[in-house]
């Protein structure tokens, strides 16, 4: 039982951990989400087509279309930036320190 809620609270909020604390007999087990959104967040994938629009969200099927919009958006660690292969985008990356990844969490940027 006491699996089955950790795996039921696992699969809801993968992106939090689970502390598991076993109690007497005569008290319930307590299962404690500690949520450490600071420090875990999903990674954010983004992508670009040259048909695209920059007032799109930027997903798959709704992809941006140039390099300013890139520009003028916040990496965060684990994010990965995908652009159309066989296309070319005109302008230069900017990234800053702001738009730093981590050992764990690269920012990746590909095609």
Same mark, same amino acid.
């Given at each position: 039982?006491?699996?089955?809620?950790?795996?039921?609270?696992?699969?809801?909020?993968?992106?939090?951990?689970?502390?598991?604390?076993?109690?007497?007999?005569?008290?319930?087990?307590?299962?404690?989400?500690?949520?450490?959104?600071? $420090?875990? +967040?999903?990674?954010?994938?983004?992508?670009?087509?040259?048909? =695209?629009?920059?007032?799109?969200? %930027? &997903?798959?099927?709704?992809?941006?279309?140039?390099?300013?919009?890139?520009? $003028?958006? +916040?990496?965060?660690?684990?994010?990965?930036?995908?652009?159309? =292969?066989?296309?070319?985008?005109? %302008? &230069?990356?900017?990234?800053?320190?702001?738009?730093?990844?981590?050992?764990?969490?690269?920012?990746?940027?590909?095609?």
């Amino acid at each position: 039982m006491i699996l089955m809620i950790a795996t039921l609270l696992r699969n809801i909020f993968y992106a939090m951990l689970l502390t598991v604390t076993g109690l007497t007999s005569c008290q319930h087990t307590l299962i404690q989400a500690t949520d450490n959104i600071d $420090n875990i +967040k999903k990674n954010r994938a983004f992508y670009f087509n040259t048909s =695209g629009n920059d007032a799109n969200d %930027g &997903s798959k099927h709704k992809p941006w279309k140039t390099i300013t919009k890139l520009n $003028n958006t +916040k990496l965060l660690p684990g994010d990965t930036v995908y652009f159309e =292969g066989g296309q070319s985008f005109s %302008g &230069s990356i900017l990234l800053t320190a702001e738009d730093a990844g981590t050992m764990d969490k690269p920012i990746i940027i590909t095609y």
